[in-house]
């Protein structure tokens, strides 16, 4: 009988950060891979705010080509405040996520 191993895919550590309301394209480099699938960054991957009044889910946005994706923050004008980002990458059967606080300051 044969057997086959599925691997699931990675992503890097992104570490925690601090940035102004008025901002403008904050970029977050990180890696994602899998060895088992080619991944895109824009199609493979979700992003998502634990706190909307904060971030809301538009204000960030997923680019690059696998291994190297980039997130893009555009925080709203005079908010502060800090939320959990969680970052998760799919090849369609396995997942992997990370998340990090994003402190955002006037």
Do not use: E, M, Q, W
């Not at 925690?16 to 960054?41: E, F, G, R």
């Amino acid at each position: 009988p044969s057997s086959s191993l599925a691997y699931g895919p990675t992503i890097t550590n992104i570490n925690d950060l601090s940035i102004k309301s008025d901002a403008v394209n904050t970029n977050i480099s990180y890696s994602v891979t899998d060895v088992d699938s080619t991944l895109n960054c824009n199609t493979a991957i979700t992003v998502s705010s634990s706190n909307t009044g904060v971030l809301p889910n538009a204000d960030i946005s997923k680019s690059g080509t696998a291994p190297n994706c980039v997130i893009t923050i555009n925080p709203s004008l005079n908010v502060a405040g800090t939320s959990t980002v969680t970052v998760s990458v799919s090849d369609g059967v396995l997942s992997a996520n990370d998340t990090f606080n994003v402190s955002i300051v006037n």
